[in-house]
T-cell receptor, first 115, second 113 residues
Framework: AQKITQTQPGMFVQEKEAVTLDCTYD???????LFWYKQPSSGEMIFLIY??????QNATEGRYSLNFQKARKSANLVISASQLGDSAMYFC????????????FGGGTRLMVKP | ETGVTQTPRHLVMGMTNKKSLKCEQH?????MYWYKQSAKKPLELMFV???????ENNSVPSRFSPECPNSSHLFLHLHTLQPEDSALYLC????????????FGQGTRLTVV
């Protein structure tokens, strides 16, 4: 069974600084997708970025980039130039492409941006 | 707005009540999901529907009963719940067979008293 681990329950970052949120995963399946979601206090899960297991390059979406290290089974999220509105819970998730469409989530990291 | 709408946003119910949560999406997706998010626990997948057929029941107690009348609507019927069932219930949808992300609703905050 697949497993996602986020080892940082909470993180602080100074506004305008960059921050890295850690995510490691465990699967023996070669075909999978990795996702990051943001959950503000309103509760909605907002999709940020996606990385496929066969993608050669790290995914980037605006201020978000994914540091994908396949051999180490890590998919860390890097947020550049943090903004106050980035304060939220961040979840890493994985989907096995050959086992349905279900996302398995990590425990999340609460990011707090300091002014 | 992600295109997935959940109602109600908040619900307080007694242990003997029967209530239903509703989820609606008009994204043309054919897979819909219920997740439970409790405090200090990872999101737990409860049910999966693909093309209106239930394909996953993640050992959920029978006091939770899902219903998917069509590919745009998903319900979660609740009866004789326990206080430990208090949580945020999130609905999501996605398109099977693609690498696309799942879109989530804003959730229903359920409190069982």
């Amino acid at each position: 069974a697949q497993k996602i681990t986020q080892t940082q329950p909470g993180m602080f970052v100074q506004e305008k600084e960059a921050v890295t949120l850690d995510c490691t995963y465990d699967t023996s399946d070669p075909s999978y997708g990795l996702f990051w979601y943001k959950q503000p206090s309103s509760g909605e899960m907002i999709f940020l970025i996606y990385q496929g297991s066969y993608d050669q390059q790290n995914a980037t979406e605006g201020r978000y980039s994914l540091n994908f290290q396949k051999a180490r089974k890590s998919a860390n999220l890097v947020i550049s130039a943090s903004q106050l509105g980035d304060s939220a819970m961040y979840f890493c998730a994985m989907r096995l492409n050959n086992a349905g469409n279900m996302l398995t989530f990590g425990g999340g990291t609460r990011l707090m941006v300091k002014p | 707005e992600t295109g997935v709408t959940q109602t109600p946003r908040h619900l307080v119910m007694g242990m003997t009540n029967k209530k239903s949560l509703k989820c609606e999406q008009h994204l043309g997706h054919n897979a819909m999901y219920w997740y439970k998010q409790s405090a200090k626990k990872p999101l737990e997948l409860m049910f999966v529907y693909n093309f209106k057929e239930q394909t996953e029941n993640n050992s959920v107690p029978s006091r939770f009963s899902p219903e998917c009348p069509n590919s745009s609507h998903l319900f979660l019927h609740l009866h004789t719940l326990q206080p430990e069932d208090s949580a945020l219930y999130l609905c999501a949808s996605s398109q099977p067979g693609t690498a696309s992300e799942a879109f989530f609703g804003q959730g229903t905050r359920l409190t069982v008293v």
